[in-house]
C-alpha cells in the first residue's frame, strides 16, 4: 500500500480529521492483522475464480475498475454448504487485488489514483437463492470487509438489474454502513436502456462487457494485478 493513498483515504472518511484518521488507520492495520489479510493474495481462489469471475477495467477518469457478474451466484449453496469463510476469503481477495491493482496502474502511469468503481451484475436475483436468512450473513461479510478494510476505497458503486427485493435487502444493510458508503451506491433497477445510459457516462464501451452493455470481448478479461 503507498502510504500517501492510503492516508489520504483515511482522512477523507474523518473528513480531514488527523487525529480521527490515526485512530482509524491503527484500527485498519489491527483489522488486516486479524484476517490475515497480507497473505490472502497468496491464497488458491481458482476454484472461485471459475465460479464467479470478476474483471478490471477503467472508467473515462482512469480510474480503476472491479467488475462482477452475480447471475450465477448462489448464495444460499454457499452459506449451507459450509463455505461462508472460504468465500468470505475470495471477497477480501477481490477487494485487495484491486488495491493491488490501483498501486501499480499509479506507479506505472505517475497517474494519482486514490479510489476505484464497483460494478456489480444483479441479474436473477430472487428470494430463495440470494436472499434467504442463512444468506444474509454473506452480505454482512462483504459489508464488513469493506467497510472496516477499505473505507473510502470506492468512487462508486453501480448495481444494475437490481428487482424490487434487492432494493428492499438494501434498504435493510443500509444503516450499517458508513454515510459514505451510502452515498457511493447507485441502484439502477431492471431498465437496460436506463442502465446503460448511465453506465456509458462512467465507463468507456471497450471497457465493459456485452453483459453490462458494452463491446470488451471476455478473452480480455484482466483480473491479475500487472
Known amino acids: 500500500m503507498n502510504g500517501n493513498r492510503y492516508l489520504v483515504r483515511f482522512l477523507r472518511a474523518r473528513n480531514l480529521d488527523l487525529d480521527g484518521a490515526e485512530e482509524a488507520i491503527r484500527e485498519n492495520l489491527k483489522w488486516r492483522k486479524l484476517e490475515n489479510v497480507d497473505n490472502v493474495l497468496r491464497e488458491d481462489v481458482s476454484k472461485w475464480q471459475k465460479q464467479y469471475p470478476f474483471y478490471f477495467n477503467f472508467d473515462h477518469a482512469g480510474r480503476v475498475g472491479l467488475v462482477n457478474s452475480l447471475r450465477d451466484f448462489d448464495t444460499r449453496r454457499i452459506t449451507i454448504s459450509g463455505q461462508r469463510a472460504e468465500f468470505r476469503r475470495y471477497i477480501m481477495y477481490q477487494i485487495e487485488s484491486m488495491v493491488v491493482r490501483i498501486e501499480h496502474v499509479a506507479n506505472s502511469t ?42 473510502r476505497l470506492a468512487h462508486g458503486i453501480h448495481v444494475i438489474n437490481t428487482p424490487r427485493i434487492f432494493e428492499s435487502l438494501y434498504e435493510t444493510f443500509k444503516s450499517t454502513v458508513s454515510i459514505h458508503t451510502q452515498r457511493a451506491v447507485h441502484l439502477y433497477g431492471l431498465n437496460r436502456a436506463e442502465w446503460t445510459r448511465s453506465l456509458f457516462k462512467i465507463y468507456p464501451k471497450d471497457q465493459l462487457t456485452l453483459e453490462f452493455g458494452g463491446t470488451m470481448p471476455k478473452r480480455h478479461w484482466k483480473n491479475t494485478v500487472d
Request: glycine content about 10%.
Open 110 to 151: 505517475g497517474r494519482e489514483i486514490i479510489q476505484a468503481n464497483l460494478l456489480f451484475n444483479m441479474a436473477g436475483f430472487n428470494f430463495r437463492t440470494h436472499a434467504c436468512f442463512a444468506c444474509l450473513a454473506l452480505y454482512f461479510d462483504g459489508l464488513e470487509i469493506y467497510e472496516k478494510g477499505y473505507t
